[in-house]
């Protein structure tokens, strides 16, 4: 009988041999491979901490004590220790969340899917255990890739101030966040080594010295003068016990033995300890070692053999951006690209090979991002940072007040922007064109299509005096929708066939093919509509209210939040422009969602064709008779555009 079939729970692994732990180890990266393999998700992470999470297990008292894990992709070896095992619908609607997950289990403590916070609730939670007296231990989980964030530093800062706060830090070494990490504190994690015995070396010569008439105190706090010398040359590990930190490594972190003996230590110390672990990210699966961008971080469904992709689905909308920045690279020299972290993630890889001088990975760190590309443009530069979505929120501030206050050029290309789906709540890029709505001088685009992406990119860059954003959707791109005309800056996608249209329908980016659908709905109820993309979303276009006022309804179609967002926007617009009539706007709600396929989100939303069909054919039921009115608006279109 597999060992792994006999863990229900963390107290499990008490009663198994060192060489049963081992034997575990094994069934457990055969588990992640097979199951992976079949549904996709964070591969290489998790290989590398199964040795890990199985001493931690060991060592502690999960759910008394609490561990924590930052970022959350590198938890599924814990989701098996804690009686989690059913693989099968990983990701998908119905089954586990790639991510810890309050809702599953009372092991998962925070939902942390975010870079750099781990320390941040480590605070708190052992600040609240030594209020309230308890003696529950506190463990993070922390990869060297999210201490390059600022958060990560902010909280030690605050960590380190209380030395009889007991907190175990344990840091993920594997010279990797997405691709191998970068900057100065990966060089110094790079060459952080101790010394076995010297803390009891130094603790008995203080004795020694102390008890030693007239020369011995002098002595001492002359060599104790010189300890932070001695310790950087023979064990540099100065930078966290700078801070006040405890330093107990390096831990090689495929040793269950070494490393349960490093934690235990730890756990006994009764104060904030630093455990450093070196680990290999992907071990014991040659296709991922093998895969030098990121040793497999994330994976489709792969032939678990080889590792290669089941299916291709085709061109996506980062690798479009990809290309076309490799070919503005060329034209401008003046343009540059940030990344944070993830310069293969968002399309910037073949921009990195072909000028790798003027590329910029400032790790996790958007913040940093944000103000130093407002540092660029100031410079002469142009810069292009991109980002996902949802993490752009984590430099709102910088974007505003740095970038837009200084009227800076720079370019925020906005990957996985709307329903992303099966990564759960915290990476839907569903805020993005709420929260920038308030940025003054911002302006923001929101494709449809390849060809759109590449035109409105192109645009933005021109843009020397304000930030410019283009966002777009995540996965495979569809077929090109051409335009029909144009009225204004809009691009018009369907004509409303007749003098007194009845629907102004709105579509935003990559929704022009289900509004265009809700288009033929409507027109076999017998209202005619007219279906326009803004392309620019922010600012409103001049066009727009006299366009809406040629209509009896408006209706705004959008992947972002409804709050705040486009029609929000519009609805304003209007009111403004002393245009009054019905609009009508679909978007997200203002909730969390739960992780499932983009389609079945859309569906539990009410964000498709038939259900916003449905409601606008209500909505014009309700209308008295068509009123009089001009065609000014409907006249007015121009020819399409190549």
Not at 43 to 50: A, E, K, S
Not at 247 to 271: M, N, Q
């Amino acid at each position: 009988m597999p060992l792994l079939t006999r863990i229900t729970g963390p107290r499990d692994l008490d009663r198994l041999s060192l060489e049963q732990l081992d034997q575990l180890a094994e069934e457990i990266r055969t588990f992640l491979v097979d199951a992976v393999s079949k549904t996709g998700g964070h591969l290489g992470p998790n290989l590398g901490v199964v040795e890990l999470t199985i001493a931690l297990h060991r060592v502690f008292d999960s759910p008394k004590d609490k561990v924590l894990w930052d970022t959350g992709h590198q938890s599924y070896v814990h989701k098996l220790l804690t009686g989690r095992q059913d693989f099968s619908r990983l990701k998908m609607k119905g089954g586990l969340s790639g991510y810890p997950s309050q809702a599953e289990s009372e092991h998962d403590i925070i939902e942390n899917s975010h870079a750099s916070t781990v320390l941040g609730w480590a605070d708190g939670l052992a600040k609240a255990n030594q209020v309230l007296k308890k003696d529950d231990h506190v463990v993070a989980v922390i990869g060297d890739g999210a201490l390059t964030g600022g958060m990560a530093w902010e909280a030690l800062n605050n960590i380190a101030d209380a030395k009889d706060r007991p907190l175990v830090i344990v840091v993920n070494d594997n010279e990797r966040s997405y691709a191998p990490t970068i900057g100065g504190l990966a060089n110094h994690l790079a060459t952080l080594r101790t010394t076995d015995g010297y803390e009891r070396f130094l603790a008995r010569g203080k004795d020694l010295l102390e008890r030693t008439p007239v020369v011995g105190r002098p002595l001492y706090e002359t060599l104790h003068g010189a300890k932070k010398g001695l310790k950087d040359f023979i064990a540099p590990q100065g930078m966290f016990e700078d801070l006040g930190l405890k330093y107990v490594g390096p831990i090689d972190g495929h040793d269950i033995e070494a490393l349960e003996s490093a934690l235990a230590r730890a756990k006994r110390f009764g104060g904030p300890v630093i455990v450093h672990c070196l680990t290999e990210k992907g071990r014991g699966y040659q296709p991922a070692l093998q895969d030098e961008a990121d040793r497999f971080h994330a994976v489709g469904k792969i032939h678990p053999d080889t590792g290669l992709p089941i299916a291709s689905s085709g061109a996506d909308w980062t690798s479009v951006f990809g290309e076309e920045m490799v070919k503005l690279g060329k034209e401008r020299e003046d343009i540059v690209a940030i990344t944070a972290a993830m310069l293969q993630p968002v399309g910037l890889e073949k921009f990195a090979k072909t000028y790798p001088d003027r590329v910029y990975d400032v790790g996790i760190a958007e913040q940093h991002g944000a103000v130093s590309a407002a540092g660029l443009a100031t410079g002469g530069l142009h810069p292009v940072f991109a980002v996902y979505a949802t993490f752009l929120n984590r430099a709102f501030d910088q974007v505003l007040m740095d970038v837009a206050l200084h009227k800076c050029g720079v370019t925020f290309v906005l990957d996985r922007a709307g329903i992303t789906g099966t990564d759960g709540a915290s990476h839907n890029g569903m805020w993005d064109m709420s929260i920038l709505q308030v940025v003054p001088g911002l302006r923001l685009a929101a494709p449809r299509d390849a060809d759109q992406v590449r035109a409105q990119l192109r645009e933005a860059v021109e843009v020397d005096d304000a930030p410019t954003v283009v966002r777009f959707s995540k996965g495979a791109v569809g077929p090109a929708v051409p335009a029909v005309g144009r009225i204004g800056g809009m691009d018009v996608l369907r004509a409303p066939g007749t003098d007194a249209p009845d629907v102004l329908l709105i579509s935003v980016g990559a929704l022009a093919p289900m509004c265009l659908e809700i288009a033929d709905l409507l027109d076999k109820q017998g209202i005619s509509t007219t279906v326009v993309d803004p392309r620019w979303v922010k600012p409103v276009d001049e066009a727009m209210a006299p366009l809406a006022e040629q209509h009896r309804v408006v209706v705004t179609v959008e992947d972002n939040s409804r709050v705040g967002g486009v029609g929000s926007t519009i609805a304003q617009a209007l009111r403004d422009a002393g245009v009054d009539i019905p609009l009508r706007d679909f978007g997200i709600p203002p909730r969390f969602l739960d992780h499932a396929s983009r389609k079945e989100v859309l569906a539990e939303i009410g964000l498709t064709a038939p259900d916003i069909a449905r409601q606008v054919t209500g909505l014009v039921a309700k209308l008295d008779g068509p009123t009089e009115r001009t065609t000014a608006g409907i006249d007015s279109v121009e020819p399409a555009r190549d």
